[in-house]
């Protein structure tokens, strides 16, 4: 297997000569599917995670499990604070000895016991089926809509997170969160050229002005009410003034000057279920000692003091 350690991942893919970060796509993309035949059935207890309190794609999945209170019905393995040269290593002092799966030391076990022949990025989030051992999805994504949607007639509860009636709009504002923003903080801290560097945060910062003109006007970013959207955009900014900043040369600005986005960052915070799933030290922990292509000292910096969120709709529709 590969191993080129970037972001905690082994990666099958050389940097690219023109300095710019590239994130390869996911290498499992089935669904669970509540109908009947399915290969992937519905059904509680059968699945499992691989998760890492560090990763903002695997932080928007734990939301979604938060929310929906499927917590209790999918089991969970987490990845340790620090990656080392063979990727994301699993964290071994918060085992549950009766979730079904191997007791691998690293991610790289899990995928070569389930697809032999696999040599694509080994990265988190990962869903397996337990009964067939096979890997579902490591699409972000597409597990948050699956775990929205898929588990419904089964017992889950929560807020439906993707409604019909907004998935127009909830896929437009997918659009401006995810290239140039969710991914475009690692454009920005894992280029290796000046133009690659100005370029990412040039198109990033343009995008954070645009969400903040947004949310002068709404709540949530498809209206009132909270939507997977929310849960995308939500861990980037977490992660934005603690790590990205300082990490990932994202100084332009902080999200603390962005009034609207600031209220928003501190209205979600305080959503019920959200506050269980963060875990700011693992997640400093993370970047600055696990990245040492960035940080080879791994120094983890004071960081910036501890904001009290407090919660104001003003302004918010």
């Known amino acids: ?7 905690g991942e082994l990666r099958d893919k050389p940097a690219q000569t023109d300095g710019r970060f590239y994130r390869m796509p996911s290498g499992f993309r089935a669904r669970i599917d509540a109908s009947l035949g399915a290969t992937y059935p519905a059904a509680l207890n059968r699945y499992h995670l691989y998760l890492s309190k560090a990763c903002p794609w695997c932080h928007g999945v734990d939301l979604v499990l938060s929310l929906k ?27 549950d000895a009766n979730d079904g799966v191997p007791r691998d030391h690293f991610l790289y076990q899990v995928y070569q016991r389930a697809a032999p022949n696999y040599s694509g990025p080994i990265s988190v989030p990962v869903l397996l ?16 809509r699956m775990l929205n949607s898929a588990f419904t007639d089964i017992g889950t509860t929560g807020p439906d997170l993707h409604p ?6 909830i896929g437009q504002i997918d659009d401006m969160i995810q290239a140039p923003i969710r991914e475009g903080v690692y454009r920005a801290g894992f280029a290796t050229s000046q133009a690659a560097y100005n370029a990412a945060v040039i198109v990033l910062f343009e995008a954070l002005d645009s969400i903040e003109t947004l949310l002068e006007q709404r709540r949530y970013l498809a209206g009132p ?43 979600i915070a305080q959503y019920p279920g959200v506050a269980a799933t963060i875990d ?30 407090t919660v104001s709709t003003k302004g918010a529709v």
């Open 69 to 95: 209170d499927l917590a209790g019905a999918i089991s969970i393995t987490w990845m340790a604070p620090i990656s080392s040269e063979d990727g994301w290593v699993i964290e071994q002092s918060i085992f």
């Open 129 to 144: 089926d337990k009964s067939t051992g096979e890997i579902v999805s490591t699409e972000s994504a597409g597990i948050m």
């Open 164 to 169: 019909a009636a907004l998935a127009d709009e």
């Open 225 to 267: 009410v909270l939507t997977e959207v929310d849960l995308k955009l939500f861990p980037t900014l977490l992660r934005f003034d603690p790590v990205y900043v300082t990490h990932f040369k994202t100084d332009r600005k902080r999200v603390a000057d962005y009034p609207a986005l600031s209220r928003y960052l501190a209205d």
């Open 1 to 7: 297997m590969p191993k080129m350690l970037i972001n």
């Open 280 to 309: 700011l030290p693992h997640i400093r922990t993370h970047y600055f000692q696990s990245h040492r292509h960035i940080n080879p000292t791994g120094i983890i910096p004071i960081g910036p003091e501890p904001q009290v969120m």
